[in-house]
Structures are given as structure tokens and as C-alpha cells.
């Protein structure tokens, strides 16, 4: 008869067979990534399926821009070729939707939210892009005494502003929409489920609503959410390339202002709905 330890022993393929699978979804935010961006993401997924993967795990790999790619697999190589072959996909520059004035996606967003201070930056540029004097090196708030001039160029830029803001947040919405169907996918897999998601970051201003739901569906479901910041540690430059300055005869010494003093923020507003829904 066997002894009361042998009897209670498992062999170790019977605890093997006694774990549950755990399902990972990586989810990359190709619409938010630059192509540098891509390059880290691509390194950190490698290593992830090389070193981390167990025995039981399966993995989907999924973007933002065109949904599933891999269905849940346990085939190593698989899942390296596709990463491999990750690209950027961004639907919209960073400097928005014209070259001169740049308006940017965020900038777009607090000249909506009347900040006046976006909105005078925006306005200096767009007077050194019609060669009217005064935008380059004026510290003078011109929004408050406009001129003719000036009037136009602040219609122009509030109007580009609300283009800018609409696309973004369309963009924004897609992005949402993207892992809510991931999340949707992975809630009705057995076993552990875990999400991974690696972006950019995106503005999410206005959109908390599709933010809770996605969360409250990953509660419920017992979903763990772990995100990754693909620009990973990094210092941030103010200075602008050629490409940022186009059609400008110079750069507004607000533009430098607001910018260096902003940056942070814009930062952290980027990546702030990863890191809620994390």
C-alpha cells in the first residue's frame, strides 16, 4: 500500500495539467506610434515572447489599425515574424493638419477649451506665415486689441483648431473602440486573461466614458490590464525640425515659450488614458 506521502503526491505533469491557460492579448497602438516608437516596442515584444512565454500560454496579437492579426497561439516563431513586420500607421501628423500654422492635436484641444495662451502661439504663427510683422518676436498679447489682420488669422486658427480636434478625437475613438473589441475577444477565452497594451499615447479628453467601459468590461470579466509606454524613458526635445517649420519666416519666440512650458503636460495628457485604464 503506498505511504500517506506517496499517496498524496502529484507528479509534475499532473500539476502541469492542473494549471490554467493564460491567454495574452498584445495589443500594439500602431495609429500612435512613430517608427521609432515601433523600434522599441518591437525589442520589449521580442524579448517578451523569447524569455517570458511559459508552457501554457497562448498569445493573440492584435493593432489598432487593422484588429487581429495572430489568433492565440502557443507557436513562438509565429508570433516573432509578425512582430518583426510591426510598422507605424499614424492617420494623422504630429503637427496637425496644415504645415503653417502648425496646430497640433493638443494644441487644437486647448484652443477649444479657450486657452488663450495655445491660441496666441497659434495666431504669432500664423502671421509669420503671411509675412504680417509683429507675430516673430512681439510680446505684446495682440488678442486683446486685434487688428484686421490679426482677426483673420484668429478665425483661421480657431477653425483649424476644431478640424484639428474632431479628427483627433475620431482617431481616439477608433483606438478605444480597437481594445474594446480585444477586450471583448479575451473575456470569452478560459483560464487567465491579460491584456497588453503598448502605445504612444493618445488624447482621450472628452472620451472617459469609452474609457470606464472598456475598464468596467475588464472588471468583470477578470481581465488584467498592463500597458507599456512605447516611447519608453526618453528626453523629450523642444527643438523643431525643418519639416515643423515649414512656410514659417521665422519662430515665434512665443512658440518656444509655450512649447518648453507645456511639454510636460502634453506628455502626461498623452499618456493618461493607457495608464488609467492599467
Not at 21 to 46: I, N, Q, T
Not at 155 to 162: G, I, L
Not at 215 to 228: E, H, K, Q, S, T
Request: net charge negative; with cysteine.
Amino acid at each position: 500500500a503506498p505511504t500517506p506521502a506517496a499517496a498524496g503526491a502529484t507528479a509534475p505533469k499532473d500539476q502541469e495539467a492542473a494549471k490554467p491557460v493564460r491567454y495574452l492579448a498584445m495589443v500594439f497602438d500602431d495609429v500612435s506610434m512613430k517608427s521609432g516608437d515601433v523600434m522599441h516596442v518591437r525589442v520589449a515584444a521580442k524579448r517578451f515572447v523569447q524569455d517570458a512565454l511559459q508552457p501554457l500560454d497562448r498569445v493573440a496579437i492584435f493593432t489598432t489599425s487593422k484588429g487581429k492579426v495572430v489568433d492565440f497561439t502557443a507557436e513562438s516563431p509565429k508570433l516573432l515574424a509578425v512582430i518583426e513586420k510591426m510598422s507605424a500607421h499614424q492617420r494623422m501628423s504630429e503637427n496637425g493638419l496644415m504645415p503653417c500654422p502648425r496646430v497640433t492635436p493638443y494644441q487644437a484641444y486647448l484652443i477649444v477649451n479657450q486657452d488663450p495662451a495655445a491660441l496666441q502661439m497659434a495666431v504669432d504663427e500664423a502671421l509669420n506665415c503671411s509675412g504680417e510683422p509683429g507675430g516673430m518676436s512681439s510680446t505684446v498679447n495682440v488678442l486683446s486689441d486685434p487688428s484686421p489682420d490679426v482677426e483673420r488669422a484668429i478665425r483661421t486658427v480657431r477653425v483649424q483648431a476644431e478640424q484639428t480636434w474632431e479628427q483627433a478625437k475620431t482617431i481616439s475613438q477608433g483606438t478605444l473602440d480597437a481594445i474594446e473589441s480585444v477586450m471583448e475577444q479575451l473575456a470569452e477565452m478560459p483560464g487567465n486573461r491579460v491584456l497588453l497594451l503598448a502605445s504612444s499615447g493618445f488624447l482621450a479628453e472628452t472620451l472617459e466614458n469609452e474609457q470606464n467601459r472598456i475598464i468596467d468590461r475588464a472588471l468583470r470579466a477578470g481581465v488584467v490590464i498592463n500597458a507599456l509606454d512605447a516611447k519608453g524613458l526618453y528626453a523629450e526635445s523642444v527643438v523643431l525640425t525643418p519639416e515643423q517649420t515649414q512656410g514659417l519666416s521665422g519662430l515665434p519666440i512665443r512658440t518656444m515659450i509655450f512649447e518648453a512650458s507645456r511639454q510636460g503636460q502634453q506628455l502626461q495628457t498623452m499618456i493618461s488614458p493607457i495608464a488609467y485604464m492599467a
